[in-house]
């Protein structure tokens, strides 16, 4: 079976604004499905008030909210009281990093790594820094950009207390084996494992109790949904983290860890993401009795053959051109590529290159990402950075034709 990517298309109304442009920067943030701008647009229009009061508007809204949380745990095969809604990752982490590090002595370890995203380094080294806490560091093949399991090894002992990594690196766009490495550390320390999934969500939603970690965050905008980001924290370790709530809300689940306080309409919308991903659903494999989470392995096995098509001939070409440093694997053939594909041109900066794509009708972007730390320690300016051009399963053949004309023309 393949992917209706007509059918696909048809769900996001974005698409259709320019039909010739090939939008290639979706982990910057993807376009909305029109579930999810249904869903914000009925709430603001008509259930626009404090939710959660008897009035029937009040009640409406509340229920908008908690039939979103209670899609979003089931997707995840989480408890309720496991999902923090808040309003980015980069927010959700800092609260986090309060609530872990309350308890962090000196003498306790913490691993990070310099493959992430700043959002899951800078909180928890800072905290560590002012705690005493010894900071290791897990590092990535200086070629490559991959991380080895091995070397993590040698960073675990008996105080190590967290270890914070990457489901996928927005640059490296090759997929951690989570499941393996969460394995790894409790087999060989006490340690908790925290796991940012912002550039692998949008690939996959993941089965959080088969990957046995303790922390995971992901952002919606970047999934087809609102500017909102999912928390998930093991209940097994609450006792062992710091409210953040406001005194007399200590010990409320959705309170505990977003001290912002729920963005109303935005959670509303997403339940607009699994709708989207239940219609998906339904039009491939027929009405089903399938529960949640096997819907999503399924979704999973669909899209992951169409995003290994569109990224193999783009992969390819880059990796085998002369002028051109490819960062990550070269191949989809171990199906844990995100087509999430960064490299830099020799022969000229990343801007200049990303440039004539833009003026040729390609959305791609240059930088670091916010992965300062990966991009420097490959050796390549943080300012300039690498291009990036990132797809996502609404993308089709016809983008990767062009995209791979225009790098031609562009290179040569
Ligand atoms: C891998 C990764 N982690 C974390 C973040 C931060 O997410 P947010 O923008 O929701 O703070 C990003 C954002 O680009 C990201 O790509």
Same mark, same amino acid.
């Given at each position: 079976?393949? $992917?209706?990517?007509?059918?696909?298309?048809?769900?996001?109304?974005?698409?259709?604004?320019?039909?010739?442009?090939?939008?290639?920067?979706?982990?910057?943030?993807?376009?909305?499905?029109?579930?999810?701008?249904?869903?914000?647009?009925?709430?603001?229009?008509?259930?626009?008030?404090?939710?959660?009061?008897?009035?029937?508007?009040?009640?409406?809204?509340? #229920? @908008?909210?908690?039939?979103? #949380?209670?899609?979003?745990?089931?997707?995840?095969?989480?408890?309720?009281?496991?999902?923090?809604?808040?309003?980015?990752?980069?927010?959700?982490?800092?609260?986090?990093?309060?609530?872990?590090? @309350?308890?962090?002595?000196?003498?306790?370890?913490?691993?990070?790594?310099?493959?992430?995203?700043?959002?899951?380094?800078?909180?928890?080294?800072?905290?560590?820094?002012?705690?005493?806490?010894?900071?290791?560091?897990?590092?990535?093949?200086?070629?490559?950009?991959?991380?080895? /399991? %091995?070397?993590? +090894?040698?960073?675990?002992?008996?105080?190590?207390?967290?270890?914070?990594?990457?489901?996928? /690196?927005?640059?490296?766009?090759?997929?951690?084996?989570? #499941?393996?490495?969460?394995? $790894?550390?409790?087999?060989?320390?006490? @340690?908790?494992?925290?796991?940012?999934?912002?550039?692998?969500? &949008?690939?996959?939603?993941?089965?959080?109790?088969?990957?046995?970690?303790?922390?995971?965050?992901?952002?919606?905008?970047?999934?087809?949904?609102?500017?909102? /980001?999912?928390?998930?924290?093991?209940?097994?370790?609450?006792?062992?983290?710091?409210?953040?709530?406001?005194?007399?809300?200590?010990?409320?689940?959705?309170?505990?860890?977003?001290?912002?306080? &729920?963005?109303?309409?935005?959670?509303?919308?997403?339940?607009?993401?699994?709708?989207?991903?239940?219609?998906?659903?339904?039009?491939?494999?027929?009405?089903?009795?399938?529960?949640?989470?096997? !819907?999503?392995?399924?979704?999973?096995?669909?899209?992951?053959?169409?995003?290994?098509? +569109?990224?193999?001939?783009?992969?390819?070409?880059?990796?085998?051109?002369? %002028?051109?440093?490819?960062?990550? #694997?070269?191949?989809?053939?171990?199906?844990?590529?995100?087509?999430?594909?960064?490299?830099?041109?020799?022969?000229?900066?990343?801007?200049?290159?990303?440039?004539?794509?833009?003026?040729?009708?390609?959305?791609?972007?240059?930088?670091?990402?916010?992965?300062?730390?990966?991009?420097?320690? $490959?050796?390549?300016?943080?300012?300039?950075?690498?291009?990036?051009?990132?797809?996502?399963?609404?993308?089709?053949?016809? %983008?990767?034709?062009?995209?791979?004309?225009?790098?031609? !023309?562009?290179?040569?």
């Amino acid at each position: 079976m393949k $992917l209706d990517i007509d059918f696909v298309r048809k769900q996001f109304s974005q698409l259709n604004d320019e039909p010739d442009f090939v939008f290639a920067s979706n982990a910057g943030g993807s376009y909305v499905c029109n579930q999810v701008n249904e869903l914000m647009e009925h709430y603001n229009r008509h259930t626009r008030v404090q939710p959660y009061s008897r009035f029937r508007t009040s009640a409406e809204a509340g #229920k @908008a909210m908690d039939r979103a #949380k209670q899609l979003w745990s089931e997707a995840l095969n989480i408890d309720l009281s496991e999902l923090t809604i808040g309003p980015s990752t980069s927010i959700n982490t800092y609260v986090m990093a309060q609530a872990t590090g @309350a308890g962090w002595r000196a003498g306790d370890e913490i691993v990070v790594t310099n493959q992430d995203h700043e959002a899951n380094s800078g909180v928890w080294r800072r905290k560590a820094e002012e705690k005493g806490v010894k900071i290791r560091q897990w590092e990535v093949d200086l070629e490559t950009g991959l991380l080895d /399991s %091995d070397q993590l +090894l040698e960073l675990l002992n008996e105080n190590t207390r967290w270890v914070f990594f990457t489901h996928c /690196s927005n640059i490296v766009g090759t997929a951690n084996p989570v #499941k393996e490495i969460n394995q $790894l550390v409790k087999t060989n320390s006490s @340690a908790k494992v925290f796991v940012d999934a912002v550039a692998y969500a &949008p690939h996959h939603i993941c089965d959080l109790k088969a990957l046995g970690i303790d922390g995971y965050a992901f952002s919606l905008y970047k999934v087809f949904g609102p500017h909102q /980001s999912l928390l998930y924290v093991n209940a097994d370790i609450r006792n062992q983290l710091a409210s953040q709530a406001h005194y007399f809300n200590a010990g409320m689940p959705s309170y505990d860890f977003n001290p912002a306080g &729920p963005q109303h309409a935005q959670v509303a919308a997403c339940a607009g993401v699994i709708d989207y991903f239940n219609l998906l659903h339904e039009h491939h494999f027929g009405s089903s009795q399938t529960g949640p989470v096997d !819907r999503m392995k399924d979704l999973h096995g669909l899209i992951q053959q169409h995003e290994n098509q +569109l990224a193999a001939p783009i992969i390819d070409f880059l990796s085998r051109h002369a %002028d051109i440093q490819l960062i990550g #694997k070269t191949h989809v053939d171990d199906n844990d590529r995100a087509p999430t594909i960064a490299f830099k041109p020799l022969k000229q900066s990343s801007e200049s290159l990303v440039h004539t794509l833009q003026d040729n009708g390609i959305g791609t972007e240059n930088g670091n990402f916010y992965a300062h730390r990966l991009i420097t320690d $490959l050796g390549i300016d943080p300012e300039d950075g690498v291009v990036r051009l990132s797809l996502v399963h609404y993308n089709q053949q016809a %983008d990767v034709d062009k995209i791979v004309r225009e790098l031609d !023309r562009a290179l040569n």
